[in-house]
């Protein structure tokens, strides 16, 4: 029974002595700190909008064409004598430049009877109104009955007026007729083909030469349906420039002029015409722009004002996010104005100063907390998802 007795109190010894040997070990291990909050806010960059004034800009592409072509046709006849040096095909001549003559001995004597008729007509004129101041005279001392308008020699001085404009009309055919013997040019102009070579006997209204007129061009290009609604108010004499597409370098001054006033049927788009003067530079050191090439159009629109410009990648399905007072997201519905380039124009739906998100998170939802870059990584979000 003792025995017994000694057993329990030394396991009861031992018991208190592990407990207290616990006890020891964790009073002596220093406490757990407190663990900090961790922020999971995803990280944004964002940018304050600012509304400008914005010139719309509209480009577009076609062909440059002559202003006007002209087939010359002879207007007398003869024999070719002689043909300027520039007058072959691809060749420049200038307004007024003598393009060829035809022989002019029969029109030269055509004039010279022309001119003789003339002043037999004024001799015949002369004659009769010094006959008729005789019969004024002579009618003064006879009785009014037997004084008539052929005594008084009315008539007769009418024909001979009347000679007289017919020989002066004569005359004048004969000096056109002349002068139509040495065809010049009705204006700077390039030769696309020539008919005629020296000796060459050509008819009136014998076709004998095709000429482009090269003091001015012109662009005739479409307006697509979304530039129309941005075309200025005035149209005539607005600047443009022109730049071929096929040759590098090349850019021209140029003037829009005109609508052509109708929608084309196949692509539903209106048309304006753009000039340029002196294309080929023939009075000018400006670089050639030839006939065919291929242009780019581009000139200014409409000023739009008011509008916030935001790259299209921002812009999805209308909406653009920013972020709060809170420094949370949000979605804003916009209007679209117009695109141009990489950029959308819009009009409404966003406000001065809006913080736009540049960089949105994978998966943005409205309320959703977030910090900016370059935020103090370690401080904790007030509103923490």
């Not at 200038?94 to 003789?116: C, H, M, P, T, V």
């Not at 010049?184 to 014998?206: H, K, W």
């Amino acid at each position: 029974m003792k025995s017994n007795l000694i057993k329990l109190a030394i396991f009861i010894v031992i018991l208190g002595s592990g407990f207290a040997v616990k006890a020891l070990i964790e009073g002596s291990e220093p406490e757990p700190e407190e663990q900090e909050k961790t922020d999971n806010r995803p990280t944004v960059s964002v940018e304050a909008l600012n509304a400008i004034d914005h010139q719309v800009a509209i480009s577009s592409f076609g062909e440059v064409v002559p202003l006007e072509r002209t087939v010359l046709a002879a207007q007398v006849s003869g024999e070719v004598t002689s043909w300027n040096p520039n007058f072959v095909a691809g060749g420049l001549v200038k307004r007024g430049d003598i393009l060829f003559s035809i022989e002019k001995d029969a029109y030269e004597a055509a004039l010279l009877q022309a001119e003789a008729q003339v002043s037999l007509a004024e001799a015949s004129l002369i004659e009769e109104q010094a006959r008729q101041k005789v019969a004024m005279r002579e009618a003064k001392n006879l009785p009014a009955n037997q004084v008539s308008d052929l005594y008084l020699r009315k008539p007769q001085v009418l024909s001979a007026q009347a000679q007289l404009k017919s020989a002066q009309a004569a005359y004048r055919i004969a000096q056109r007729d002349l002068s139509n013997c040495d065809v010049t040019a009705p204006y700077d102009a390039l030769v696309l083909s020539r008919e005629i070579g020296s000796g060459q006997f050509v008819n009136v209204g014998m076709t004998v030469a095709e000429i482009n007129n090269i003091e001015a061009a012109e662009v005739i290009f479409p307006v697509a349906g979304f530039d129309s609604p941005f075309l200025p108010k005035k149209i005539d004499n607005n600047p443009a420039t022109v730049r071929a597409k096929d040759v590098a370098g090349i850019s021209r001054v140029a003037y829009l002029q005109r609508d052509l006033g109708i929608v084309d049927q196949s692509t539903r788009m209106n048309h304006l015409v753009v000039r340029i003067d002196d294309p080929y530079s023939l009075n000018t050191d400006a670089p050639q722009l030839k006939f065919g090439t291929y242009v780019e159009v581009a000139f200014a629109g409409k000023l739009i004002e008011n509008v916030y410009k935001v790259p299209q990648n921002l812009v999805n399905k209308r909406k653009v996010w920013v972020i709060d007072a809170d420094q949370k997201l949000l979605s804003k519905n916009v209007e679209v104005v117009r695109e141009e380039g990489t950029y959308f124009l819009i009009s409404s739906g966003i406000n001065e100063q809006d913080q736009v998100v540049m960089t949105l998170p994978e998966y943005p939802q409205n309320g959703m907390g977030v910090k900016l870059l370059g935020e103090d990584g370690d401080k904790v979000a007030a509103n923490d998802q």
